[in-house]
């Protein structure tokens, strides 16, 4: 590839596991998964790019409170996780940032955006509108009140074109990918060895991808498939996808690992 339209490197900021009900991740699994919730800091020539913002920061520093009753299913969730305490641990601060692409308004990828209130934000269409009232399929995910609401002052751009080169050379391409929520995207980056694409909830276990099977979290189930649909025509064509809450693919490639 091309250095100049590549980007330097991508990281996985580490943000807990949660045992789940695999059926909620893809319609008709069985049995239990614990599944990740990582953030993703992508660094580039023209400035840092971070790919969600993880969970709120209560789930580090009061994990009993935050999860109430499903403690015992929760693990990792300690202060060294907090989103501002691994950009440290990787030699910057939340300042460094200049450019959020928000997945979705769902509250484990748009949890600790007040961070980031100097940056540029990036967000599908319609999804701030659907996140005000949300559909019973994922309406307690969200966190309008505590988390997004406040927001609604920085600065946001809305990505209204099926794909948007976010730098203008081609190494970052924001894809819209709706079916989780109205304005889901995902984020395909162009390595200088490899592609890989960020599937945020668009998927959410690769067996979603292999058998075009939506999650029960799906505001628009038949949506979602055709966003499955796509993302395996991408991984067909070269590119990696990796499943954001997939626990295989967190294996796979790694927590603070620098992917190049």
Known sequence: MNADSTALSLTALDSGRLTVDAAE????????????????????????????????????????????????????????????????????????????????????????????????FYVGPGELDWARTPSPAGAHFIKWHEQLEPALGYNWTTVDTPRHDLLGDGSIIVLHTPGHTPGHLSLQVALPTRTIVLTADAAHLREGIDRLLPAATDDDPSLAVESLRMLGALEADGAELWVAHDPGDWERYGALQRLT
Do not use: N, W
């Open 25 to 120: 991740q893809v319609v008709g699994a069985t049995g239990e998964c614990s599944i990740p919730f990582p953030a993703f800091l992508i660094e580039h020539r023209e400035g840092l790019v971070l790919f969600d913002t993880g969970l709120s920061p209560r789930a580090y520093d009061d994990p009993d409170g935050y999860f109430a009753g499903r403690m015992h299913l929760a693990s990792g969730f300690t202060p060294e996780k907090r989103i501002d305490r691994q950009l440290a641990a990787l030699g910057y601060s939340c300042s460094d940032i200049a450019h959020v692409v928000l997945s979705h308004c769902h509250s484990d990828h748009a949890g600790d955006l007040h961070r980031f209130s100097h940056a540029r």
